[in-house]
């Protein structure tokens, strides 16, 4: 369904933004399954087995995914929150250096939510799906968008009697001196945040090889020109036109919560594991958390944390929070 273009696009420099984390983790067009990891493949699996699931009660949101069994199946879980794009793909690799006592589970995040969600509705919508499977979490984590819906997942748990360590791996909230992104503005992060998903090797996303006016257009529109402007560039997505306009709706419910979200106080364990070369300011969590704070800065940028070598350091603290 992609419409070949002439290569007149420019270069363009995205706009300045929090450090928010890709739309990546997301199932590929079957033609790509092939050229997935065996564990990617059986994370495929998992996650269509899951939404193909009889109907979980209506407050409950997303699909969980197990990613470990653990050999303790009575064990507390290690949950992961998804980023921003909704997916899960992201922690495979954090995963396998998980597993061991304690079952792995991350939560897939609706593919199209109906109307608009906070950070507060989504962590209820995943405390619904996880007891409504019978789990209870040793540990709450996610990485950027992801480590927001975990810490307020805790928040509400702890209002039980119950205030679980959480892991924010390169969390922040959203800036106040940043405003709101409009329509264009939010296709092109989107955008650029699945091209610096893709790896190392792919183009920066901050300099996205697309015409500008492209942002301009109706999304599937845009959509479809700038997935032409970037194969034209070597870079494939590995998504139709239905996985991306189904990802751009909830990658804009969740950037317009997030906005809209300050996380509030919490007097539980919280680590932070902060990339030096991003946004991410421990003094915000300084200033939210009362109680004990570990911090740990890393080499490299936001996307790093869940690439080798830093992954391994991720896995070390939440292992640490929840032995």
Known sequence: MTVRRPSTAQEETVPPGPSVPPAPAVPPADGRVASLSPQKQALLDALRAGRGRPSVPPAARGTLVELHPGTDRGAGAVVLCPPIGGGVFCYTGLAR?????????????????????????????????????????????????????????????????????????????????????????????????????????????????????????????????????LREHGIDLGLDGTDLAARHHGYRAATRAMQAHVPGPYAGPVTLLHAEDSAVDPAEWRARVSGPLHLRQVPGGHYDVVREPVVRTAAELIRAAAP
Do not use: K, N
Request: charged fraction near 20%.
């Open 97 to 229: 250096l998980l597993a061991g006592r304690r079952p792995v589970l991350a939560v897939a995040a609706e593919e199209r939510p109906d109307g608009p969600i906070t950070v507060e509705s989504t962590a209820e919508g995943y405390l619904a799906l996880l007891a409504a499977a019978g789990h209870r979490p040793a540990v709450l984590a996610g990485w950027s968008f992801g480590g927001l819906v975990a810490y307020e997942a805790a928040r509400r748990l702890a209002t039980a009697g119950a205030a679980p360590p959480v892991v924010l791996l390169d969390t922040m909230s959203w800036p106040a001196a940043v405003p709101a992104w409009d329509g264009p503005a939010t296709l092109q992060r989107f955008v650029a945040d699945l091209v610096d998903s893709a790896g190392p090797d792919a183009l920066p996303g901050d300099r996205l090889p697309v015409d500008p006016a492209v942002w301009r257009l109706p999304p599937d529109e845009a959509l479809d020109a700038a997935v032409t402007a």
